[in-house]
């Protein structure tokens, strides 16, 4: 079987294109550079056939990963993955997600763990392939070892790189072209929800993880959501490490003064128990009422429901740019 494997190219390119570029075999064993545009409507076609050829192979970050045949049997241990795999059309390839995969409601729910996976439960699905967040167990090398190829679909740490991992499952599932589709209305839809956002470079923002003061800088994924508003993010200074989850004190949250204070929906706190804490009266935040409340799944996966959030935040981001009173 001739073998081509293919490999999406950064998510860099345009706001609506996506390439997926590759290498092809000829039946000399000569090797060829091919790519194939999906966003030319009069080659959807053709795009689809090529892209969709098996065998593919995928750049993941534990290196590359062969997938010699379309998979019927997938397994998705990362919800964000999940969520992503039915909104390319390979929900019907979906035989099984962990425990925490709620989203969509049709997903195949399991107890499967993807913090601390069994091999063996894991493998009594069947799957032809593996979808996973983080190698926990050393679970990567023990399913290769039963010939089940795995994807590692880690978390992005901007905007750009959670395309390119919506790419490699599209690629991976048989779904190139759907994925580009995906890709393409999520820019459109986050293009729409950041002109909404004031663009006011001097709107101090706090997104705050829980209560120690955790906070996502702009190092991270919804941290890079933050800086293309134009905002300033007041983890940035306490995150020297770029870990993209700085913890901050209370002492420093208050000195910054943030404009806007965002929490989750799952959090063990509501927006009045941020208003009562002693201290934070004064805080421009608390002040004018701007303790937005979010969904903690939305907020913490990667995923195709991003740009719901990217309006919620320009909303209340909005509204803080308006003096009080006014």
């Known amino acids: 079987m ?19 570029a590759g290498c092809a075999a000829d039946d000399d064993g000569a090797t060829a550079t091919t790519s194939v545009d999906t966003t030319t409507t009069d080659d959807a076609a053709t795009s689809a056939e090529a892209l969709d050829a098996f065998p593919v192979t995928v750049d993941t ?54 913090f601390d996976p069994n091999v063996e439960a894991v493998a009594a699905y069947e799957p032809d392939l593996v979808v996973i967040a983080t190698d926990g167990n050393d679970l990567v090398a023990s399913l290769e070892a039963l010939d089940i190829p795995v994807v590692l679909d880690d978390a992005p740490t901007d905007v750009g790189s959670g395309y390119d991992g919506m790419a490699a499952l599209g690629l991976a599932t048989g779904h190139a072209d759907e994925a580009a589709g995906a890709v393409e209305g999520m820019r459109a839809a986050m293009d729409d929800a950041l002109a909404a956002a004031p663009q006011d470079e001097e709107l101090r923002v706090y997104h705050e993880l829980d209560e120690t003061f955790f906070s996502a800088s702009s190092h991270s994924f919804i941290g890079s959501v933050y800086e293309q508003m134009g905002v300033v993010n007041i983890a940035d200074e306490a995150d ?56 903690a799944d939305v907020s913490s996966r990667w995923g195709p429901r991003l740009p719901q959030l990217v309006a919620v935040l320009a909303e209340a981001l909005s509204s803080a740019a308006v003096p009080a009173g006014r």
């Open 2 to 20: 001739t073998h081509r494997p293919l490999r999406p190219a950064a998510a860099a390119a345009t706001l609506l294109a996506l390439t997926l």
């Open 61 to 114: 970050p534990t290196g590359e990963v062969t997938i010699q045949e379309r998979p019927e049997r997938i397994v998705s241990l990362s919800p964000s993955a999940t969520e992503i795999l039915f909104a390319i059309g390979a929900g019907d390839q979906v035989v099984a997600v962990d425990e925490f995969s709620t989203y969509p409601e049709t997903a195949p729910t399991t107890d499967l763990s993807g």
């Open 240 to 295: 020297t490490d770029a870990t993209g989850y700085p913890q901050l004190t209370e002492e420093s949250v208050v000195e910054a003064d943030p404009q806007v204070i965002v929490i989750s929906d799952q959090a063990s706190y509501t927006a009045e128990d941020v208003a009562a804490r002693p201290g934070w009266s004064q805080v421009s935040a608390v002040k004018n009422g701007n303790i937005v409340v979010v969904d």
